[in-house]
């Protein structure tokens, strides 16, 4: 059965992820779901709070792997023994940013396929930024991201 990568910032994960995680694991044998920091976006949350938050969120699904990784994506699929990228899709507006980066790994790699899933439609307008900023407005998160991440964001954002 095959692996594939789940590649993003999770910064923090939410429900909308999970979502996509779990189709995955409905098609695929294993998911291997990697942190990795987005050079154009400033984290709330360090790598290993975002692989420790997605863990204690996971875990009770099977064939699933929490990492994190730095540097070429494709290197680090390719080390999973894996030929497959998983991105969610939204709204239009992620489409573009993720066509491009589908196509620009393709040319470096054209053996490694880019693989979308389409989340609940519920989940179509979230993203961790709004999630975050709800949270700093102290707004109810509810049915949004799981209740461990909720807490961790309340405590973030309390201290500043
Ligand atoms: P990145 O910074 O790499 O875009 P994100 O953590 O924001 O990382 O997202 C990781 C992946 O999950 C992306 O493919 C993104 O489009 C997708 N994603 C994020 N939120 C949702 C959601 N609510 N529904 C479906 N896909 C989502």
Do not use: W
Not at 33 to 44: A, E, F, H, I, R
Not at 76 to 99: P, Q
Not at 112 to 118: A, D
């Amino acid at each position: 059965m095959e692996t594939a990568v789940y590649p993003g910032s999770f910064d923090p994960v939410t429900n909308g992820h999970i979502d996509v995680i779990e189709r995955a694991l409905n098609i695929f044998g294993k998911v291997i779901v990697t942190v990795g920091d987005n050079p154009g976006k400033k984290p709330t949350f360090t790598i290993e709070e975002r692989v420790e938050l997605l863990k204690e969120c996971t875990k009770n699904l099977k064939n699933i792997e929490i990492g994190s990784f730095s540097g070429l994506l494709l290197d680090y699929v390719r080390g999973k023994n894996s030929k497959i990228i998983i991105r969610g899709l939204r709204a239009v507006s992620d489409f573009e940013f993720e066509f491009q980066r589908a196509l620009m790994n393709r040319v470096i790699n054209s053996e490694i396929e880019t693989i979308f899933i389409m989340t609940k439609e519920h989940y179509v307008y979230l993203n961790s930024s709004i999630i975050k900023e709800m949270a700093m407005f102290g707004s109810k998160l509810n049915g949004l991201v799981p209740e461990i991440v909720e807490k961790k964001l309340r405590e973030r954002f309390s201290k500043t």
